[in-house]
């Protein structure tokens, strides 16, 4: 072999030593920007006070609202979040330290008191702040201010953010709220990360190595047609969700009133199957039996909070036309849960019509077996070992119905 060869060879791989290194170094750094808080393995539930009180809060409604948790049994059924959303800071931050204020009229105690009071009764406490100038209502909020703010709501011991999208400057949302996320990583708290840009600039394609779930629309109402549409659009986007980073369609309305019952039902069932978190948005202190019921529903959270963490998706009546007042035919939704399980709902998109003798066929809804142990969990019924498939003989109009599916075990010879 020539020297000349030697040489060339040589340069060949300290070159290629340079290039791996660089590449090492931008792995290093990907991985040190990702989200690692430990959060979110599966998805939040707890309270938020936004979808009834808006701006009227106060920490004598935070209490209320932890006490509720705990009276109504909504904690023992995994209901654990305490969540402050917009107007609790005062109008200007302080001179000196630059740091948020609680408002000394509404939050006298401040919020430290306030998740002290949460943690000492097994609940967690979480704030709300925007990444812009000002929050939604026109209070200071964290653009800028990021560090000084992450490290406050750690020093109160907060253990979640809401962080909204107003008044941002039409500076990008994945610079914005990336900010955050490292500042709150710097920390070392673990506060779960709530991203609520309004699934705008398609934040499911970069949420997951930001924050712990991500809004995917527009802010819900408690209204049919608001929850319809809202779902429509985050169906679609199964495939971006998985542990540690959800999909959000925003939060539950269930118990503000304005929906019927089977309404609420429906709403439920299908975030619940979405892996949304699950954060109750009414007055739990006057909340009515039948809407409690729903948010209670054991079965149907065990939906939400499979370990596998997949979302379900649309699979039978999932064109545009299937979701409209209008529609012809039942929507089947199926999403894949632990030891070869399967969470499955049927809904009435229809506004007047119900839809009767509607069959559910395993074959054609591509589950893995043709034998499974059926159970109804809006009834509780077991309805058995059922092969191939099995008939519901009406599903009325804006109703769901949910099914789980279990494996027969093996005889034991």
């Given at each position: 072999?020539?020297?000349?060869?030697?040489?060339?060879?040589?340069?060949?791989?300290?070159?290629?030593?340079?290039?791996?290194?660089?590449?090492?170094?931008?792995?290093?750094?990907?991985?040190?920007?990702?989200?690692?808080?430990?959060?979110?393995?599966?998805?939040?539930?707890?309270?938020?006070?936004?979808n009834h009180f808006y701006c009227n809060i106060n920490e004598n409604i935070i209490k209320q609202a932890a006490d509720?948790?705990?009276?109504?049994?909504?904690?023992?059924?995994?209901?654990?979040?305490?969540?402050?959303?917009?107007?609790?800071?005062?109008?200007?931050?302080?001179?000196?330290?630059?740091?948020?204020?609680?408002?000394?009229?509404?939050?006298?105690?401040?919020?430290?008191?306030?998740?002290?009071?949460?943690?000492?009764?097994?609940?967690?406490?979480?704030?709300?702040?925007?990444?812009?100038?000002?929050?939604?209502?026109?209070?200071?909020?964290?653009?800028?201010?990021?560090?000084?703010?992450?490290?406050?709501?750690?020093?109160?011991?907060?253990?979640?953010?809401?962080?909204?999208?107003?008044?941002?400057?039409?500076?990008?949302?994945?610079?914005?709220?990336?900010?955050?996320?490292?500042?709150?990583?710097?920390?070392?708290?673990?506060?779960?990360?709530?991203?609520?840009?309004?699934?705008?600039?398609?934040?499911?394609?970069?949420?997951?190595?930001?924050?712990?779930?991500?809004?995917?629309?527009?802010?819900?109402?408690?209204?049919?047609?608001?929850?319809?549409?809202?779902?429509?659009?985050?169906?679609?986007?199964?495939?971006?969700?998985?542990?540690?980073?959800?999909?959000?369609?925003?939060?539950?309305?269930?118990?503000?009133?304005?929906?019927?019952?089977?309404?609420?039902?429906?709403?439920?069932?299908?975030?619940?199957?979405?892996?949304?978190?699950?954060?109750?948005?009414?007055?739990?202190?006057?909340?009515?039996?039948?809407?409690?019921?729903?948010?209670?529903?054991?079965?149907?959270?065990?939906?939400?909070?499979?370990?596998?963490?997949?979302?379900?998706?649309?699979?039978?009546?999932?064109?545009?036309?299937?979701?409209?007042?209008?529609?012809?035919?039942?929507?089947?939704?199926?999403?894949?849960?632990?030891?070869?399980?399967?969470?499955?709902?049927?809904?009435?998109?229809?506004?007047?019509?119900?839809?009767?003798?509607?069959?559910?066929?395993?074959?054609?809804?591509?589950?893995?077996?043709?034998?499974?142990?059926?159970?109804?969990?809006?009834?509780?019924?077991?309805?058995?070992?059922?092969?191939?498939?099995?008939?519901?003989?009406?599903?009325?109009?804006?109703?769901?119905?949910?099914?789980?599916?279990?494996?027969?075990?093996?005889?034991?010879?």
């Amino acid at each position: 072999v020539s020297t000349q060869s030697t040489w060339g060879l040589q340069g060949l791989i300290v070159r290629m030593s340079r290039v791996f290194c660089i590449i090492g170094l931008l792995a290093l750094f990907c991985f040190t920007s990702a989200l690692d808080n430990g959060e979110g393995k599966t998805p939040p539930l707890g309270f938020n006070t936004w979808n009834h009180f808006y701006c009227n809060i106060n920490e004598n409604i935070i209490k209320q609202a932890a006490d509720a948790l705990i009276k109504l049994r909504l904690k023992d059924a995994g209901y654990i979040y305490v969540n402050i959303d917009d107007c609790w800071m005062a109008n200007a931050r302080n001179a000196t330290t630059k740091e948020l204020i609680p408002d000394p009229k509404r939050f006298p105690g401040g919020i430290k008191a306030l998740a002290d009071y949460c943690h000492q009764r097994g609940l967690k406490l979480g704030i709300y702040s925007s990444a812009g100038t000002k929050t939604c209502q026109g209070l200071p909020a964290s653009l800028g201010f990021e560090e000084i703010d992450a490290r406050t709501w750690a020093r109160w011991d907060v253990d979640y953010l809401k962080y909204d999208n107003c008044h941002h400057d039409a500076q990008s949302s994945l610079v914005r709220y990336s900010k955050m996320r490292d500042a709150l990583n710097k920390t070392g708290r673990h506060i779960y990360y709530s991203i609520c840009n309004w699934g705008e600039e398609k934040v499911w394609e970069w949420g997951t190595k930001v924050g712990n779930s991500w809004r995917t629309t527009g802010d819900i109402e408690d209204n049919f047609d608001s929850m319809r549409n809202i779902y429509k659009a985050n169906v679609k986007l199964s495939q971006f969700a998985g542990v540690g980073g959800w999909n959000d369609p925003d939060m539950l309305e269930v118990g503000n009133g304005k929906m019927k019952t089977v309404q609420y039902k429906t709403h439920f069932t299908l975030w619940a199957m979405a892996k949304s978190p699950l954060l109750i948005g009414c007055d739990m202190t006057k909340i009515k039996n039948e809407d409690l019921d729903i948010l209670r529903n054991k079965d149907v959270i065990s939906f939400n909070q499979d370990k596998l963490g997949k979302q379900a998706k649309c699979t039978i009546g999932c064109a545009d036309t299937d979701f409209s007042k209008d529609s012809k035919t039942a929507q089947i939704t199926v999403g894949e849960l632990e030891n070869g399980a399967y969470a499955i709902a049927v809904t009435n998109w229809n506004n007047n019509t119900p839809f009767k003798n509607v069959k559910v066929n395993f074959a054609q809804l591509a589950l893995a077996a043709k034998s499974y142990k059926v159970k109804d969990v809006w009834s509780g019924k077991d309805m058995g070992l059922i092969n191939d498939e099995f008939t519901i003989p009406e599903v009325v109009s804006h109703d769901t119905f949910a099914f789980k599916l279990t494996k027969p075990q093996p005889k034991q010879f």
